[in-house]
């Protein structure tokens, strides 16, 4: 008896390890099984699992396993398993993040499989690369290009009776003028810009005095009335009645429940690619439009951004696995045909052009949109440098001290100039 | 050999019962005692995940006596916890006096009033409690109803927002409130017979007897929803979108370490503030045992 339970004791502790390192146990890179991981929502999900299964179906001697979930657990797992070293094949990355990871040895450099034929760039536009080049070497792949925009109910316009804007001439003051006649005529107000990342906003207005948000240290612009601007309109629209308040604009919500799906705002801030999300939330015919220009800008403030890439690690256990994916998934036809431009305007010249002819209205308006941002558009800036996410988050708490008057302007525009260069020095 | 042989035993036993909680022991040692080590060496360390940790000895510690945003969070989290437990504790004592008085359908309701605490950090929760509180939200339309009109955004001001979260831990109260009730069935009936005959009221015997005889169990409330408050995460997360917003008037202190740890990557630094937090909390709970002598009622010292 006493014998059986030390026994059934022993199997316990037996168990235990199995169960507790199982998961390491490393697959040989010759087996063919290659792990892809990506941020995503579930039409994504539901696409990009379709296209590992084409790519099965095709390449059955190469086996894909996934792991998905949405932005933000997206990076706690990455970054876990960078620490742990256990990163996938292939896995999606971001501008923001690129250097970090590049400049910490994390992923691997691209150019090899290129030279080897693994994956073809014949058909890519070179801008549309360099958004993945540091220092010369190839570290990420574009899935398509995205633009900041804003997107505007041209109902409400025309209830007003004001007519459309021309995106690539109309001004801030415009865009002023149009939102406080829209909010006598019709009781409809403004959201206030980028509640999410206000440095989106202001970004591109500093971009048109000819600088940058991010220098190589510190802030990249000196002269602040720019960002004084950006705070200065909306302030006056909230004075004026015409803006919703900060009290509602921040609080987090489901696209579902925003104030602008819900027709109390005309105009809501976006990336180009959330446009699908944002039209069906509201509900109803939406437009695209350029964000305004300030006066006497020097420079473009839009950029065409690459949405995501997909990066090889530099742990990659099958790398060349990961690379014949990445290149089906850039290059063939079929599988775009599927995947409907869902991460953004592809970016080889024969898959773009296919796709045009194919996409329903919604995706057709994004398409237009890249092509008339593209004519506009300025080149990109470096990539977010160390420390972007606490000056984020300081710009978004001094956003809202600015907004719901806990601080003048001027004090709140100068915390930001300090702060900032503090933040990133 | 007799003797030997006892010890053998007395091994084999001691081998058996570790065996048996193996399973336990190695989990607890895999995914408790290790990554708790490896924080206590993070804490004197800058590190950002993806590179190697560089030690800076008290570096972190220095850093967080001029950190804003740590005071912030400390002044949010003690407001929350001084305001949340004792409401807590009160409401799940008041249900629990309710319960005690025998109701039909009590293991009914015992269930239907747990549920809060398993739900409470779920989406759908924090999905229902901004259309609770916010300006257009379900509390405004009742308070119209009472000929109040107001468009006040309860969960958008940085003055109520942190009311909303103190609510919803009140709402949470199932577990204490089962502990109590487990509490209030131990009080021997004869103690208020005993009061009764010699003419005592219901509020005498409420007060005389119920009270001192539920103060163990209140001690262990305590002390169990001190850490809770303190540690008080998912609700604020969820809540406000992992921001602490609006104006950081919700960031709690363990929302704030996990945004300098998976949004700042200031890995080193978090981990300081957790062992910060380790010394609150334990600052805290000594004092809660400290003062337990002068307010909590043990029967074994009435005899003496």
Redesign the interface.
């Given at each position: 008896m006493?014998r059986n339970?030390?026994i059934i004791?022993?199997a316990?502790?037996l168990?235990?390890?199995g169960?507790?390192f199982a998961q390491p146990a490393a697959e040989e890179s010759a087996s063919g099984t290659m792990r892809l991981a990506w941020w995503g929502n579930p039409t994504r999900d539901e696409r990009t699992l379709k296209a590992a299964d084409m790519f099965m179906a095709k390449y059955p001697e190469i086996k894909i396993e996934t792991e998905t979930t949405g932005w933000?657990g997206y990076?706690?797992k990455m970054?876990?398993q960078?620490?742990a070293g256990s990163l996938p094949d292939l896995m999606q990355h971001d501008y923001a993040y690129m250097l970090?990871?590049v400049s910490?040895n994390?992923l691997a450099d691209l150019t090899p499989y290129i030279q080897k034929g693994i994956i073809d760039l014949s058909k890519i536009n070179d801008s549309f690369l360099s958004g993945g080049r540091v220092n010369g070497k190839l570290y990420g792949i574009s899935l398509g290009t995205n633009a900041v925009c804003l997107t505007y109910d041209p109902a409400v316009l025309a209830k007003a009776g004001i007519p459309e804007p021309d995106s690539a001439t109309w001004t801030w003051e415009d865009f002023e003028r149009i939102a406080l006649e829209i909010y006598r005529k019709t009781g409809v107000q403004t959201i206030p810009f980028f509640t999410t990342d206000p440095k989106v906003g202001f970004d591109n207005m500093i971009r048109q005095t000819g600088a940058a948000t991010f220098g190589k240290t510190g802030l990249g612009f000196t002269d602040p009335s720019a960002l004084r601007e950006f705070y200065a309109i909306q302030l006056r629209l909230l004075d004026a009645g015409a803006l919703i308040?900060?009290?509602?604009?921040?609080?987090?919500?489901?696209p579902e429940?925003g104030e602008f799906a819900k027709g109390r705002s005309w105009v809501e801030f976006i990336w180009s690619n959330q446009f699908v999300s944002t039209q069906a939330a509201a509900k109803r015919p939406l437009k695209l439009a350029l964000l305004p220009n300030i006066k006497n800008a020097k420079a473009k403030g839009t950029f065409l951004k690459p949405s995501m890439f997909f990066s090889i690690p530099a742990s990659a256990e099958n790398p060349e696995a990961a690379a014949k994916f990445l290149n089906y998934f850039l290059n063939d036809i079929t599988v775009n045909d599927m995947l409907m431009g869902e991460r953004g305007v592809p970016i080889p010249d024969d898959v773009r052009d296919h796709m045009s002819t194919k996409v329903d209205a919604i995706n057709k308006q994004i398409f237009d949109y890249i092509s008339l941002a593209s004519k506009n558009a300025g080149p990109i800036d470096p990539p977010d440098p160390?420390?972007s996410?606490?000056f984020l988050?300081m710009v978004?708490?001094v956003t809202?001290?600015i907004l719901?008057k806990?601080i003048s302007l001027d004090n709140g525009v100068s915390k930001i100039m300090t702060q900032g260069n503090q933040i990133l020095k | 050999m007799k003797h030997i042989n006892r010890r053998t035993r007395t091994l084999m036993d001691d081998a058996a019962g570790y065996a048996f909680i193996s399973p336990w022991l190695l989990g607890f040692i895999a995914f408790s005692i290790i990554p708790i080590l490896f924080s206590l060496y993070y804490s004197f360390t800058d590190y950002d995940i993806l590179g190697e940790p560089v030690f800076n000895g008290l570096e972190n510690f220095r850093r967080m006596a001029g950190d804003q945003l740590f005071w912030q969070s400390l002044k949010v989290t003690f407001f929350y916890a001084f305001v949340s437990v004792p409401l807590r504790l009160l409401f799940a004592f008041f249900v629990a006096m309710l319960f005690n008085r025998g109701t039909r359908a009590i293991r009914f309701y015992q269930a239907v009033y747990y549920v809060p605490s398993l739900v409470g950090g779920s989406i759908a929760v924090a999905v229902m409690w901004r259309r609770l509180f916010m300006a257009d939200g379900a509390l405004n339309a009742v308070l119209a109803k009472f000929g109040i009109i107001t468009e006040y955004s309860w969960i958008g001001n940085p003055d109520t927002a942190i009311w909303t979260l103190i609510i919803l831990a009140v709402w949470q109260f199932g577990s204490s409130m089962l502990i109590f009730l487990a509490g209030l069935r131990q009080i021997p009936k004869e103690l208020y017979e005993a009061a009764s005959i010699d003419g005592a009221g219901a509020f005498r015997k409420f007060l005389n007897i119920t009270v001192p005889q539920i103060t163990p169990v209140l001690f262990f409330n305590l002390v169990m929803q001190l850490i809770n408050g303190f540690t008080v995460f998912t609700q604020a997360f969820v809540v406000s979108g992992g921001s602490g917003d609006p104006l950081n008037s919700t960031l709690v202190y363990a929302l704030y370490l996990y945004q300098r740890a998976f949004k700042f990557y200031n890995m080193g630094y978090s981990s300081a503030m957790a062992w910060v937090l380790v010394l609150i909390i334990g600052v805290m709970t000594g004092i809660v045992f400290k003062t337990s002598s002068s307010w909590v009622f043990y029967e074994a010292k009435e005899g003496k």
């Open positions: 006493k339970l030390l004791a022993l316990c502790l168990l235990v390890p169960f507790v933000g990076w706690d970054n876990t960078a620490a970090q990871w910490r994390q308040r900060p009290e509602v604009a921040f609080v987090t919500v489901t429940e160390a420390g996410g606490e988050k978004r708490d809202q001290e719901y806990r | -």
